[in-house]
């Protein structure tokens, strides 16, 4: 009797503490947070994912921070850095994270509705013109050819920050609160988007997880992908040049890491 009722109390403490921690990982309210200088932008983790994609493609197009800066404010003005598949009054055709029309020539409903297309049809008309000389918000209008053309004016800051993290040339200022894994990573799978939106790199898959040979503002801007991606691709921790950004504890942290690489690890069972 006393073992059984000891057994009982056992089953109960671990269903209270489990209930108890799940209760609290739905108390955490997921986001991303960019911050350079005094300023700090959040975003929800899928449209930091997106953020990263469309900085991702101006690196591999050998394309300043500053053209990812006007991608990523026209972005969170056409679509709040959303995929939609919706468009408006204006532009009923309009369709993606851009909001490009099949009407006006952008391609087909299907390629603007793939982010990788978008973003890189975006910068090949953004790359017809000078748009370095240019305020950011005459540069995205002058894609766009927007019914409104002040309103991107309105997200150069968080562009502006964005395009710092996730080119590189802001390390560690990108950080996402997340919840536990719901999932095992796919390295695999990372890897593919990974070299999708940057091109070639040299990268090197484990059981669960993905090494990128990469360093300075390249380094950085891989490593900041990937938290960006954390919370889709199951990615529990990321470490490059001295640092380690760690899921659990919310945080980017000091540890031993190398300069020339960059370490993603995944999830290998739900938490």
Not at 101 to 127: C, V
Request: hydrophobic share 40%; charged share 15%; net charge neutral.
């Amino acid at each position: 009797m006393a073992i059984v009722l000891g057994a009982g109390v056992v089953t109960g403490g671990v269903y209270a503490a489990s209930r108890f921690l799940n209760q609290e990982q739905t108390l955490v309210r997921e986001r991303c947070t960019a911050v350079v200088g005094p300023d700090q932008h959040q975003l929800d983790p899928d449209q930091a994912a997106n953020a990263a994609l469309i900085a991702a493609v101006a690196v591999k197009r050998g394309m300043p921070a500053r053209a990812a800066t006007i991608g990523i404010a026209t972005a969170v003005q056409e679509s709040k850095l959303r995929n939609i598949d919706y468009g408006d009054q204006a532009g009923p055709d309009s369709r993606g994270l851009f909001q490009q029309r099949p009407s006006q020539g952008w391609g087909t409903q299907a390629q603007i509705m793939d982010p990788l297309y978008a973003a890189n049809r975006f910068y090949q008309e953004l790359e017809s013109f000078d748009y370095r000389t240019m305020p950011i918000t005459e540069a995205a209008q002058k894609v766009q050819r927007s019914a409104f053309p002040e309103a991107y004016a309105d997200h150069e800051p968080e562009g502006r920050a964005y395009a710092s993290a996730l080119t590189g040339y802001s390390p560690a200022a990108l950080n996402c609160i997340l919840r536990r894994p719901t999932a095992a990573g796919d390295p695999a799978a990372s890897a593919a988007r990974l070299t999708a939106a940057y091109g070639t790199l040299p990268v090197t898959t484990g059981a669960h997880s993905l090494t990128v040979t990469a360093s300075g503002t390249k380094g950085w801007s891989v490593a900041q992908w990937a938290v960006a991606n954390a919370a889709d691709q199951q990615i529990v921790s990321v470490s490059h040049s001295g640092l380690l950004w760690n899921r659990a504890e919310h945080q980017w942290v000091p540890a031993s890491t190398k300069s020339s690489r960059v370490v993603i690890t995944f999830a290998d069972a739900a938490s």
